[in-house]
């Protein structure tokens, strides 16, 4: 071939080194070699020849031809240097050449093609007679031809051949690349060796390293990434992502999350510290706070960055920054809030203190603060103290003695108070202290206003040691000693003598004596004693006694019982008490009597009440029950019924009081959520676990979280349904098993009850039960409902969605929150002026009056029964709702589902009398129920009825329509 042709062909080559140079790396480039390529040939000489050329910007390079066409023995071999992989496991060739066409009538051994080889090794060990000039070892890659463009002589012709081949996997260090020629006459241009890689980069806070690209085209390497510094992993798995084999960056798995104090750069390469005014708590990807009201970002090292390990994630060199903003001067925050929420101040004294002093009783009344300090919780505290002199120098606290009305004198929510039983002629002084959430976070006392008063005159206390001293059959002596305060000279006492007859009981105080009374005398004197003469020989008369002030008269004494002797002969006592100790010890022997009597009756009651109440569980459960619902199909099992001395249930207007002293606060660590079960009104309801930190055993309960964001009567509201639910412990009501306020979120975590509310699951176990197992389940609802009846607690949401079930099918009532969110169905709710209700389950009088009272439970309890026996459908089915109220109204009734007894449809049409005077209680329900139950005879003798034309309450015997 003519060299200058040659030449040519080479300034018309051109490459685009910006395809390839951000994913690939050369090997090996012929273009890039600036002196001779020292490839090895064979035969030595007459066949391939290197040669020298210019590109297109006349820079010199280097190539090989060979031309040897007229030779029938034609072998002429070429390899290159050896050529290092540099850890590729797959390399490409890019391979530039040019041939001139056979002319089959001139030349008999012309070819068109000629062979690409590459031998591995790990190293260079290659000479002009090895690797052997042979097919193998070496391994063949292709058969090349030029296709179409060929070189016939003509210098403007472009007869430029390109072709890319892979080599792979490779399994050693390093190759060479041959090319065997049997007879063409050609030129080898250029020859180009790369592989493809993945450049490092740094994405959503991962850095990820440069990567050579896998062995095979499907390959995916994966790479795990580091965490920018001052960031974070979001999991124990952190970044990762995948290089394929084009070096191209695929599938990113894991995510980095800035640490505390820390947000994203908008290209999310870098986590930079908040800035001034601002801050950032907790890990993640978000921006960055305003600080909260009254405070400021803190350029103290942030206490999370330092907890973080270095060993897990790439934290250099510490960086501080505000992961909370501290409060500005004399600005405070409780334990209980979060930096998220503003700064506050305790709150300045009360203002426009005025009193009244009414003989021993002070009322004082006051303004509320002029600085609130930003907050609503604001509270008083009064103290007292007696003082010696009008100097107030010398005061001591008030006692004991001293009655404050409202009682607790340290938690003052109104802006009044009365203070009584003060001593007469006697200096206080009393201090009111504001007091709000941050006053203890201050440590400092808290600001307070003064008065000063002087009690006056008061009537005496009680008459003391009222005593007989002397009998006879017409009368008898009484003495006494004086009043324990007298405030002021006793000017006489008045004694009350009434006869007793036999059958009077022991009224014990004097406002039942003067509202019975029976002839009673009246007897004044100034001495401490008096004779009482003509009087009823062996009667026996109750005495009492009180003094007089100026003030007025003073209470009356404890009442004394004396007897007239029944003999004429006077006798002398000789103790002055004997008498008055002869009567209480006769007192005392009945009272005794009494007392065993009450104690006897009370065992043989509870001893036959456990009886019955064992042999009901043992005959309504198994003791090898299987957790599948088929084996436990005998019964519904019902714990024993629960018999306990109530107290009644509080309704707290602060509801953290409440729960501070009923509910069992909860470290958040040993709470771990799982799954979400549900929607409540404040929040999700999630399952989850509740760890025991003495023995470490853990159980499953149901937690109740509240929202982020929710308001303050949204947390009273929380609060205030897990303050109810400590009050309650009954085994048809739903355990409060603690809850969780020191910490954020607020967290209610109650028993965990696997078979959800009772709706679904009568829909899920439709005609599955028999009548006994439907009646047990009313049985046990009853019976909890009572237990809150007993309480004076009412319900106002009975229905069968607020029942749940648990694993061992026992029935709990549950949802005690005060606001409720009733059903999204237009149809279940009826706006009145006082809010929504669900009038499918509610009585008349509380849609009409908002009166909701036990009774009006029971009327929901009877919808209750009728869901049951139907199997969860819809009371009222579709009927609009101002349908229902009319048939209701005029005396229509649900009927009886289908297969309901009778004896249980007329308990339902009890319930749902319009008067609810004539409705039973739930104590009734109970006793009808236990009733059924144990003649179950009563079903069979009771034919099922699918109208209610036969079963009737006091009202009417009518029925709704489907």
Not at 105 to 122: G, S
Not at 479 to 495: D, R, T
Request: proline share 5%; with cysteine.
């Amino acid at each position: 071939m003519d060299f200058c042709v040659i030449i040519f062909l080479i300034s018309t080559i051109g490459i685009t080194s910006n395809q390839v140079a951000a994913k690939s790396e050369d090997l090996s480039n012929t273009r890039n070699e600036t002196t001779d390529l020292k490839w090895t040939a064979s035969p030595a000489r007459n066949g391939w020849e290197e040669l020298s050329g210019l590109d297109e910007n006349l820079r010199p390079i280097r190539f090989y031809q060979v031309c040897n066409r007229n030779d029938p023995d034609v072998d002429n071999w070429v390899r290159t240097r050896f050529i290092p992989s540099q850890g590729a496991k797959r390399a490409y060739i890019d391979v530039e050449f040019s041939m001139m066409k056979c002319d089959s009538a001139k030349t008999k051994n012309c070819r068109e093609t000629f062979n690409l080889y590459y031998y591995e090794n790990d190293k260079d060990v290659a000479s002009s007679t090895f690797p052997p000039w042979r097919e193998r070892p070496y391994i063949k890659i292709d058969t090349i031809a030029a296709g179409k463009r060929f070189i016939n002589g003509d210098s403007n012709e472009k007869g430029i051949n390109r072709k890319t081949w892979t080599l792979g996997p490779l399994k050693k260090k390093g190759f060479y690349i041959a090319a065997h020629d049997k007879g063409a006459c050609m030129s080898l241009l250029s020859l180009r060796v790369y592989y493809y890689y993945c450049p490092e980069t740094t994405i959503s806070l991962a850095t990820f390293p440069k990567t050579v690209a896998g062995k095979n085209v499907a390959s995916l390497v994966t790479i795990q990434g580091e965490c920018v510094n001052n960031s974070k992993r979001a999991s124990a798995e952190g970044p990762r992502y995948h290089c394929n084999s084009n070096g191209e960056w695929r599938v990113r798995t894991g995510t980095c999350q800035c640490l505390p104090g820390f947000q994203a750069s908008e290209n999310m390469k870098t986590c930079q510290p908040c800035s001034d005014g601002k801050y950032k708590i907790g890990h993640g990807n978000h921006a960055c706070s305003t600080c909260p009201r009254n405070s400021i970002s803190s350029n103290t090292e942030s206490a999370s960055l330092r907890s973080v390990s270095s060993t897990i994630d790439r934290i250099e060199t510490p960086t501080y920054a505000p992961d909370f903003c501290k409060c500005l001067p004399g600005y405070f925050r409780t334990e209980s809030e979060d930096v998220r929420q503003p700064c506050t101040m305790p709150p300045s004294p009360p203002t426009n203190v005025k009193y009244i002093v009414n003989e021993t009783s002070a009322s004082i009344k006051w303004d509320e603060p002029s600085e609130l300090g930003d907050r609503v919780d604001v509270y008083y505290n009064i103290s007292c103290e007696k003082c010696s002199t009008d100097s107030y120098t010398k005061c001591t606290e008030c006692g004991s003695r001293v009655i404050f009305e409202p009682g607790n004198r340290r938690h003052i929510t109104t802006n009044h108070i009365r203070v009584h039983n003060l001593e007469a002629y006697t200096h206080y002084q009393f201090k009111i202290s504001s007091i709000n959430g941050v006053t203890a976070a201050s440590h400092a006392p808290a600001r307070y206003a003064l008065i000063q008063v002087m009690t006056n005159q008061a009537a005496p206390s009680e008459v003391l040691n009222v005593r007989t001293v002397e009998t006879s059959s017409s009368g008898f002596t009484v003495a006494w000693s004086l009043p324990k305060h007298p405030n002021g000279k006793v000017l006489g006492y008045e004694i009350l003598i009434r006869e007793k007859n036999s059958d009077d009981e022991d009224k014990g105080d004097l406002s039942a004596f003067l509202l019975e009374p029976n002839n009673p005398v009246l007897y004044e004197t100034q001495n401490r004693s008096i004779a009482i003469s003509d009087l009823k020989p062996g009667k026996n008369y109750e005495v009492q006694v009180r003094a007089e002030t100026a003030a007025g008269f003073g209470g009356y004494s404890h009442m004394m019982i004396t007897q007239t002797n029944k003999d004429t002969g006077p006798i002398t006592s000789n103790s002055p008490n004997s008498s008055r100790l002869a009567v209480l010890i006769g007192i005392g022997a009945s009272a005794g009597l009494l007392l065993a009597v009450i104690i006897t009756v009370y065992l043989l009651y509870n001893r036959r009440r456990k009886a019955h109440a064992s042999q009901r569980f043992e005959d309504g459960s198994s003791e090898n029950k299987e957790d599948s619902f088929e084996d436990a199909r005998h019964l519904i099992v019902q714990l024993p019924s629960y018999s306990s001395t109530q107290r009644l249930y509080v309704d707290y207007p602060d509801p953290q009081k409440g729960v501070r002293e009923y509910a069992c606060e909860i470290d958040q660590a040993f709470v771990e959520i799982e799954d979400t079960i549900g929607q409540g009104e404040f929040g999700e309801v999630y399952r989850g676990k509740l760890g025991s930190p003495s023995s470490g055993n853990t159980e499953q309960v149901a937690i109740k979280r509240l929202k982020q964001g929710a308001s303050v009567k949204d947390q009273l509201n929380f609060l205030r349904e897990a303050c109810t639910m400590a009050q309650f412990d009954h085994p048809n009501v739903l355990v409060l098993k603690g809850v969780v306020t020191k910490t954020r979120p607020l967290m209610i975590l109650s028993e965990y009850m696997e078979n959800g509310a009772l709706n679904n699951f009568l829909k899920r176990h439709q005609g599955e039960l028999s009548i006994l197992q439907l009646t047990n389940i009313m049985h046990g609802i009853a019976h909890g409902m009572k237990y809150l009846s007993q309480m004076q607690y009412v319900h106002r949401d009975l229905a069968a969605r607020n029942i749940l079930v648990n694993s061992d099918l026992i029935c709990k009532v549950s949802d005690f929150g005060l606001s409720r969110t009733l059903e999204n169905d237009p149809h279940a709710t009826y706006t009145t002026q006082g809010g929504k209700i669900a009038l499918r389950w509610t009585a008349p009088e509380c849609i009409r009056f908002r009166e909701f009272t036990s009774s009006s439970d029971v009327w929901s309890y009877g919808i209750v029964m009728w869901e049951v026996m139907s199997y969860g459908e819809k009371p009222y089915w579709n009927m609009p709702n101002p349908d229902v109220l009319n048939s209701i109204d005029e005396g229509y009734r649900l009927p009886a589902p289908y297969e309901c007894p009778s004896v249980l449809h007329k308990i339902m049409i009890e319930c749902w009398a319009m008067e609810p005077k004539q409705r039973p209680t739930f104590e009734q329900l109970v006793q009808r129920l236990d009733e059924i139950m144990s003649s179950p005879q009563l079903f069979k003798d009771d034919s099922p009825t699918s109208e209610s034309g036969d079963a009737s309450s006091n009202q009417s015997n009518k029925s709704v329509e489907d």
